[in-house]
């Protein structure tokens, strides 16, 4: 970049829930830019193939499969990072899943699956990592949140519940680690067409009341969030930490309500 300000150009970048959707953009654009990547997940196919079809010239990205509501994978994770590049510049934490409900459908074991992986897998992860950065005195933590923490969607309460708890852990963080030179921020996307709601979105209703609700007119990419996410990892950000930043076409800007303005 002729710009250093905003270079990752040589950072060594962990990306959790890297290979596809969301994390799947962000890997691409920081490799793209000259970041050693390194992307995981729970299903190893899936991980190499998105890692062999992002990397960019002799800058393979790397994989590693990790379920992040394991200790002992995530243990494993950031060891093998460590060992294999010596550092861990920037660390983001995107794995996630969800399940559509209404609130008293919920099995214990559906709102473990999600909180595990939501939020504990997400602290566990940020807490070794954070380990390593303190240690070096450096270090960026960028947590994915949700539009849910701004107002929480129908159906969808226990994710809805770990991302208000991502947004308390992202500011928590923040405010331990700061003098430790470790910044910790969010990233807070509106409704971004991927592979898994890409059928969901296809729905006319669903087009049209997601077009209505958003100032900008139209469904995100997972492309909209990459400049975010290289300003958070960047120097750019150097006096920013404890802020979720809503990348959501301005749909927490406000109410659209259904009248016409003269």
């Given at each position: 970049?002729?710009?250093?300000l905003?270079?990752?150009?040589?950072q060594?970048?962990?990306?959790?829930?890297?290979?596809?959707?969301?994390?799947?953009?962000v890997?691409?654009?920081f490799?793209?830019?000259?970041?050693?990547?390194?992307?995981t997940g729970?299903?190893k196919?899936?991980?190499e193939?998105?890692?062999?079809e992002?990397?960019?010239?002799?800058?393979?990205?790397q994989?590693?499969?990790?379920?992040?509501?394991?200790?002992?994978d995530?243990?494993?994770?950031?060891?093998?990072?460590?060992?294999?590049?010596?550092?861990?510049?920037?660390?983001?934490?995107v794995?996630?899943?969800?399940?559509?409900?209404r609130?008293?459908?919920?099995?214990p074991?559906?709102?473990?699956?999600?909180?595990?992986?939501?939020?504990?897998?997400?602290?566990?992860?940020?807490?070794?990592?954070?380990?390593?950065?303190?240690?070096?005195?450096?270090?960026?933590?960028?947590?994915?949140?949700?539009?849910?923490?701004?107002?929480?969607?129908r159906?969808?309460?226990p994710?809805?519940?770990s991302?208000?708890?991502?947004?308390?852990?992202?500011?928590?963080?923040?405010?331990e680690?700061?003098?430790h030179?470790?910044?910790?921020?969010?990233?807070?996307?509106?409704?971004?067409?991927?592979?898994?709601?890409?059928?969901?979105?296809?729905?006319?209703?669903?087009?049209?009341?997601?077009?209505?609700?958003?100032?900008l007119?139209?469904?995100?990419?997972?492309?909209?969030l990459?400049?975010t996410?290289?300003?958070?990892?960047?120097?750019?950000?150097a006096?920013?930490?404890?802020?979720?930043?809503?990348v959501d076409?301005?749909i927490?800007?406000?109410?659209?309500?259904?009248?016409?303005?003269?």
């Amino acid at each position: 970049m002729s710009d250093r300000l905003f270079s990752v150009s040589d950072q060594v970048v962990l990306v959790s829930g890297g290979s596809r959707g969301i994390g799947r953009a962000v890997s691409a654009a920081f490799a793209s830019r000259g970041a050693q990547v390194i992307i995981t997940g729970r299903h190893k196919a899936t991980l190499e193939e998105t890692a062999s079809e992002i990397s960019v010239g002799d800058r393979t990205v790397q994989s590693i499969v990790c379920d992040v509501a394991k200790a002992g994978d995530i243990r494993a994770l950031v060891g093998a990072v460590v060992r294999d590049h010596g550092r861990i510049d920037t660390l983001l934490n995107v794995a996630g899943v969800n399940k559509r409900k209404r609130a008293e459908s919920y099995s214990p074991e559906e709102y473990d699956f999600i909180l595990d992986i939501n939020l504990k897998g997400a602290f566990l992860l940020a807490q070794e990592v954070g380990r390593h950065m303190i240690a070096r005195g450096k270090g960026a933590q960028i947590n994915i949140d949700s539009l849910n923490t701004y107002a929480p969607l129908r159906g969808v309460l226990p994710y809805a519940m770990s991302k208000a708890g991502l947004s308390m852990m992202t500011r928590g963080l923040a405010m331990e680690w700061g003098g430790h030179g470790v910044r910790v921020n969010g990233l807070a996307p509106g409704f971004i067409l991927t592979d898994l709601n890409r059928q969901l979105w296809s729905e006319p209703k669903m087009q049209e009341w997601g077009h209505a609700n958003t100032p900008l007119g139209r469904i995100g990419e997972g492309d909209d969030l990459v400049g975010t996410a290289i300003f958070l990892a960047s120097e750019a950000s150097a006096f920013m930490t404890g802020q979720t930043l809503y990348v959501d076409g301005g749909i927490s800007a406000g109410l659209c309500w259904p009248i016409d303005l003269e």
